[in-house]
């Protein structure tokens, strides 16, 4: 005992790094950013932050917890920020993120991460975005065993730390993203989706309800509208994913005041669904307002598609792992089975944004341009 008592009274505790990082926004406003990570025991949360080394900016909050949601301002433009996290004696080293920019904007929208395992997104960091945006279905379950719950997530960042911890990341939702046991050949006697995305809407800190939402950059003139569509069919069954999409419903709802309600030039709906499937299941009614937007992008099949839908509206399905079986839209365009994801690129007071479809080797194999709608 009394050599027990020496050991313990000499050893020393060294506090651990904090490595798993990432960055959201919790709001619509793109002046703020959250800064979250994660603790293996419950702390404070501080992070410090400038324009410099030096950092001189502190924002903190006494809580204590394990999962850290800190949100900081973001008042200049075109610089790059520094920043590290604290809780407790653990701390980070100092990491960096660009202000948003006053001319070009780089925003990259990628799907189906949680199939696209050791893909190499170097090319995504070679775009050097501002933004990263998700059409779904970021890991691949909650129940893989060591990456139940909230774990999914956590692999997710630590297989792309550095992009994570220097790029604002805002997902949307896809089914896997809530599946908490296995699906099986018929709907079981227990719900296999967490339809409310409770681990989901833990770990990410985004703007209104979270399972939808809509970010606006007002110096590009530009509205991201996240919808909650996907296996639309499955819905009332076990099997059932997402919430309520019927035209009486608040998703819906909302949806309709917020496209009427946007006065952005450029207002694009991110959803994990088919827009066929919407079409055919609502008779479309959700069509009727998809119209009023610029474009719809996807995340459902596992290719690269283009569409141009009635009207003219344009229809973007994107994937990282591009090889899974080709059923391409009525109004298909262009198509590839190749892993791809979509770079789009603003200039403040262009009369129009480029979409481009790239490999994940840089290529570029289809490009769109979309001009700003009219009043």
């Known amino acids: ?10 050893t020393t505790i060294f506090a651990a790094p904090i490595e798993r990082i990432w960055l959201t926004h919790a709001t619509n406003d793109p002046s703020k950013i959250v800064i979250n990570w994660e603790t293996d025991m419950p702390g404070d949360s501080v992070v410090e932050f400038g324009t410099s080394e030096a950092l001189g900016q502190r924002v903190a909050s006494e809580a204590k917890v394990t999962l850290h949601h800190v949100e900081i301002p973001l008042e200049q433009r075109d610089v790059l920020y520094h920043y590290r996290v604290r809780s407790g004696d653990d701390v980070s080293t100092v990491s960096t993120f ?14 189906d991460w949680g199939y696209a395992t050791g893909k190499d997104v170097t090319a995504i960091v070679k775009d050097d975005v501002h933004l990263l945006l ?20 956590s692999a997710l960042i630590d297989a792309n730390r ?55 950059l007002p110096g590009f003139d530009l509205r991201f509208i996240a919808l909650d569509l996907n296996h639309i069919q499955d819905f009332g069954t076990t099997w059932q994913t997402c919430h309520a999409w019927q ?23 991110l959803m994990n669904e088919k827009q066929t499937q919407v079409q055919g299941l609502t008779k479309g009614a959700w069509h009727g307002h998809f119209h009023q937007g610029s474009a719809i992008i996807t995340g459902f099949g596992y290719f690269a598609d283009r569409a141009e839908l009635s009207g003219g509206l344009p229809y973007y399905n994107t994937c990282l792992k591009g090889d899974g079986d080709l059923y391409k ?42 001009a700003k709608r009219k009043p």
């Open 162 to 216: 550095d992009l994570f911890r220097r790029t604002p990341f805002m997902p949307i939702l896809g089914n896997h993203d809530r599946e908490i046991t296995g699906r099986g050949p018929k709907p079981p006697a227990q719900a296999v989706y967490d339809v409310e995305a409770s681990a989901y809407r833990e770990f990410f800190a985004l703007p209104g309800d979270e399972w939808k939402w809509h970010f606006d």
């Open 329 to 370: 839209d009525p109004q298909s365009k262009f198509h590839a089975r190749v892993d791809n994801y979509l770079l789009l690129t603003f200039t403040a007071g262009a009369p129009t944004m480029k979409i481009q479809f790239k490999s994940l080797r840089g290529e570029v194999l289809d490009t769109t341009e979309i």
């Open 98 to 111: 660009k202000g948003y920019p006053s001319k070009d904007l780089r925003i990259a929208i990628v799907g």
């Open 134 to 153: 998700t059409v779904g279905d970021n890991v691949a379950s909650l129940h893989e065993k060591g990456k139940e719950g909230t774990k999914a997530f």
């Open 247 to 269: 035209p009486d419903s608040p998703q819906f709802q909302w949806f309709a005041e917020t496209m009427a309600a946007s006065t952005s030039g450029f207002v694009l709906t």
């Open 1 to 10: 005992m009394i050599r027990l008592l020496l050991l313990l009274a000499t």
